[in-house]
């Protein structure tokens, strides 16, 4: 402040300031993000007015506008915030404080959230080290930089390097919360979407089981978390073909999350992708296209050209255009998805081998066995060195590449 204010009014400023950080924080644990948004703005002037810009309060005002506009979908609003909260953190405390860790860390996530994930590992495995390092850090820190570094492994496909972070993760947490805490629910719901990525699908259903019954038991029903736990419950009744059961949990995910988060978020984009997945392999081919284009133009809108999530729309759209025999089409996509996927998340990851599987199954439907053969080949390769030889996907594409080879052995002998 200009001057020198007396200490009765510069003490009544930071409890002002602090009392709106509170209250903003309160609305964004209840998901009430328009509400906190002007509370972090007014926390931020008022702690910039007190101190100017150098300063440790003004750094985490900074971080916790960056992350309410991170949990709106606000990427490029909050990319900006959370690079001056980092420069600002090791300008004042240096480059190896637990203050630092936590810049890296929401940095990370955003990049992360973009699809940035070559940009995102250093700055999480730096964030680890740091919490490691540091005398009596916080386990709590250090559980949540072991997750988060485990949830980019998962999302590569590096499966056995994310498992020991997240049981490492959740025990952490359940020694220092106890079981009924929404970050024990987390690490349990984090932990639950490995073992789906592998297959792993009774060993899953419990775990998110239970950290939906936390989840509302906490936030009640009414909160962008439990919409988060009742979508990843239903993408597992989903892969194992319960389709009855995923279907309510869908709608009402879509429809909780228009109503929290309104329509241009990502999250709806998710579940209008997932409703359309649904609907594609129940057969209704009408009504899964139309959400399909909406997720995908969302996608596009929100997220640019360049992002995995838009090659798994892509790549879902043209299985609808096959299931409607629209060949060419669905070929288009197909390529488009697989070239996306094969540039961003590398040669050997699951969602790359979900590409050449579904292109060599069209090119079968069109009898072009010649070309489906390598494709089968070499999904089934990276599906063996990701998940293992007896994973669901692996033995799929095992017996459908046997079967066009007897297909093709037939031919010949004609």
């Not at 590096?158 to 020991?164: F, V, W």
Request: charged share 20%; hydrophobic share 40%; glycine share 4%.
């Amino acid at each position: 402040m200009l001057g020198n204010p007396p200490p009765a009014l510069v003490q009544s400023l930071q409890k002002l300031a602090q009392s709106l950080n509170n209250l903003a924080a309160a609305y964004y644990a209840q998901g009430r993000y328009p509400e906190a948004e002007p509370l972090y703005r007014q926390a931020l002037a008022h702690w910039q007015q007190l101190f100017g810009n150098e300063h440790p309060e003004v750094a985490q005002s900074l971080n916790n506008l960056a992350a309410l506009y991170y949990a709106q979908g606000r990427y490029p609003e909050a990319e900006p915030l959370f690079g001056q909260a980092l420069e600002l953190r090791q300008r004042l405390f240096g480059p190896e404080r637990p203050e630092v860790a936590q810049s890296l860390n929401n940095l990370a996530l955003l990049y992360y959230g973009q699809g940035r994930y070559a940009e995102a590992e250093p700055l999480y495995v730096r964030a680890l080290d740091i919490h490691k390092c540091w005398p009596n850090t916080n386990p709590l820190d250090l559980a949540t930089a072991q997750s988060n570094l485990a949830e980019l492994y998962r999302t590569r496909g590096h499966y056995t390097q994310a498992e020991p972070l997240f049981i490492q993760a959740l025990e952490l947490r359940q020694k220092f919360l106890g079981q009924d805490d929404l970050d024990v629910a987390t690490a349990l719901n984090n932990l639950a979407g490995l073992y789906y990525a592998q297959g792993r699908y009774r060993q899953a259903e419990p775990l998110c089981l239970r950290s939906l019954q936390v989840h509302r038991r906490l936030l009640g029903d009414e909160h962008p978390e439990v919409a988060t736990c009742l979508n990843n419950l239903a993408e597992l009744y989903q892969a194992q073909g319960r389709y009855r059961q995923a279907e309510p949990l869908y709608v009402q995910t879509l429809a909780l999350r228009r109503r929290l988060l309104g329509e241009a978020h990502l999250d709806v984009a998710s579940s209008l992708s997932s409703l359309a997945e649904l609907y594609r392999l129940q057969r209704r081919a009408a009504k899964a296209e139309s959400l399909q284009v909406q997720a995908l133009e969302l996608y596009q809108r929100l997220l640019g050209q360049d992002h995995p999530a838009v090659a798994r729309s892509l790549h879902n759209l043209a299985l609808l255009q096959a299931v409607q025999r629209h060949y060419s089409g669905a070929e288009l996509l197909l390529r488009q998805a697989l070239d996306l996927r094969q540039r961003l998340l590398g040669p050997d990851h699951p969602e790359l081998a979900q590409s050449l599987e579904h292109l060599a199954a069209l090119y079968r439907s069109q009898k072009r066995y010649a070309e489906a053969e390598p494709l089968w080949q070499r999904a089934l390769g990276i599906y063996e060195r990701c998940l293992g030889a007896q994973h669901p996907s692996a033995v799929r594409c095992r017996k459908n590449l046997a079967a066009l080879r007897a297909t093709m052995a037939k031919q010949l002998v004609r």
